[in-house]
């Protein structure tokens, strides 16, 4: 039976194939004109290039392959359809392809990488003990070197938005028992209050409440980002000033926290946050944002070129206060508001290094450390060699009768000798203290690595390295030490391991050579 061409169904069987011809074409079409109706997806990675035109048989031989690979990577409006399957499916089942963004609860996106999923789940804690005293080693060494100066330095740690909004996880995601990383290194470090270590998870979570009972709709991170919003970051600002005034009260030019009501936070409509765009959804999942309006707060921003990346220098109008500088990752872009307004002149860096170069160009009175959660004790790199030398007549009398003799005054490469070496084996860690000697004037750069590796047929996987992070001329007779922690089930099924500084011979260290001690509770 015909059906007449007017009648709905018979419009429906005329543009069915009209539409499916169109969709067979769209990605054409967008290759040649470079159309894009809306791509949301951001897969950070290198895409497929083009292969060029064959030069030569082979070259021919290989192109249909090559060129299928970089049409299907390249294709006319990929990211478009990557766009809407994922929202679609997003939208339908609430949930999203690939394993790094967790769609969590109504709006809520979740990071599922660095490890973040695994310390919400409480999955990787410490596994020495003596991990902890390495960190604050490395706190106390910075910490002694700007107090020398008459400086003050603080190291804090930001949590990650799945500690303070767990409520808005995957009910599917169990939390089993034991203690994060954090957890543990705040009950240990409340034991050492001397050390300049402090956690911000407890104010934000303060804020958070603060918010409820008040009932007001307000949120400290971004649903749609791994990151705080200016509320969260303000919250952590006021904890920092607070702590170093509390824990110096010696100090009276310390700065103050502005009230919020400086700040004139107000809502709005934000952009696509980093986990939006990396589940390829894009801003058709909305975010809501709080911004500062009063910029008159600022006197004078300007980047600082060649220092990593997003580095600046801001000048504000508040001449009475001590000058600051900060070290930070990605959370301390939106600290670079609040803080620089405690201080007359502030220097922002993005990195985790700590930079004595740049603390001695530029002579601040306050040093920070910021460092988020999920990179805690996986990214505290390695003091600078020039503020770990030691002296000399007592590390000779603390050393004396301690270490390896057949691991002594070993040469590595030139004019660097490995004085003494001390092998300590407990139930949960291994620990290699290094005893470093400078035999002439040297300056150790980025290639002065130290390496801890397993040996296993022949197969190297690093343990642990340490690396001089700038510079550090060191004179003859300097020393220093190298002070490496890993877990003991690391090197359960190998009988040595390897010490390589980079440039020279490796050392093959029997595992036999540790001493077996009771680590200190």
């Known amino acids: 039976m015909l059906r007449s061409p007017d009648s709905p169904r018979g419009i429906g069987i005329l543009l069915t194939p009209i539409v499916f011809t169109a969709f ?27 292969p060029g035109i064959p030069e030569d048989l082979a070259g021919l031989d290989a192109f249909p392959a090559a060129f299928d690979a970089y049409y299907s990577d390249q294709f006319g409006m990929r990211g478009d359809f990557i766009t809407w399957h ?39 804690p410490l596994r020495s003990p003596a991990e902890l005293e390495v960190l604050a080693h490395r706190i106390r060494q910075r910490q002694d070197w700007l107090a020398a100066q008459g400086k003050t330095y603080l190291f804090f740690v930001t949590p990650a938005k799945s500690t ?7 009910d599917r995601l169990r939390i089993s028992s034991g203690r994060t990383r954090l957890e543990q290194a705040r009950a240990w470090f409340a034991k050492h209050p001397d050390i300049a270590f402090h956690d ?13 009972d008040a009932n007001v709709d307000a949120t400290l991170y971004h649903y749609t980002d791994t990151h705080w919003n200016a509320l969260g970051s303000y919250a952590a600002f006021q904890d920092v000033i607070g702590h170093l005034r509390r824990t110096h ?148 009398s603390e050393w004396k009768g301690r270490g390896d003799p057949e691991l002594s005054e070993i040469r590595f490469g030139s004019g660097l000798v490995l004085q003494a070496a001390e092998l300590r084996r407990s139930d949960e860690d291994l620990e290699v203290r290094l005893l470093w000697r400078a035999e002439r ?18 197969w190297y ?33 190998c009988e040595s391991f390897v010490l390589r500084v980079e440039g020279t011979a490796d050392l093959a260290v029997p595992k036999t050579r540790f001493t077996t001690v009771r680590h200190p509770d």
């Open 441 to 458: 004037d040297i300056v150790l750069d980025g290639s002065y690595d130290t390496c801890v590796r397993k040996d296993d047929w022949s």
């Open 24 to 50: 067979l074409l769209l990605p054409l079409a967008g290759q040649f004109l470079d159309l894009h109706i809306y791509s949301g997806v951001e897969e950070k990675r290198d895409k497929v290039k083009w």
């Open 461 to 493: 996987s690093t343990l642990h390295r340490h690396q001089c992070i700038e510079a550090s001329h060191v004179v003859q007779g300097s020393l220093w030490e190298d002070r490496i922690v890993f877990p003991a089930e690391d090197l359960r099924d």
């Open 86 to 124: 994922n929202l679609l499916l997003y939208s339908t089942t609430h949930t999203l392809p690939g394993n790094r963004v967790i769609a969590g609860k109504g709006r809520w996106l979740f990071a599922n990488f660095d490890d973040s999923l695994e310390s919400f789940q409480h999955r990787i």
């Open 249 to 396: 009260p010696d100090q009276p030019d310390l700065p103050r926290a502005l009230g919020i009501e400086m700040f004139a936070f107000t809502r709005k409509a934000g952009m696509p946050g980093d986990l939006s765009r990396m589940a390829g959804i894009g801003s058709l999942v909305t975010e809501v944002d709080y911004i500062c309006l009063d910029h008159l707060l600022y006197y004078k921003m300007d980047p600082i070129p060649g220092i990593g990346q997003r580095s600046f220098h801001i000048s504000s109008r508040w001449k009475h206060l001590p000058d600051l500088m900060l070290f930070h990752d990605s959370f301390g872009e939106s600290l670079r508001l609040p803080m620089s307004n405690a201080a007359k002149e502030s220097w922002f860096f993005w990195t985790h290094d700590f930079r004595t170069d740049l603390i001695g160009k530029h002579d601040p009175r306050i040093v920070m450390t910021q460092i988020t959660e999920r990179f805690f004790n996986r990214h505290t790199v390695e003091n600078p060699v020039s503020i770990r030398l030691l002296d000399p007549e007592k590390t000779r």
């Open 200 to 212: 911000t998870t407890a104010a934000i979570r303060r804020a958070r409440k603060l918010a409820i």
């Open 164 to 170: 303070i909004y767990p409520d808005r996880m995957p």
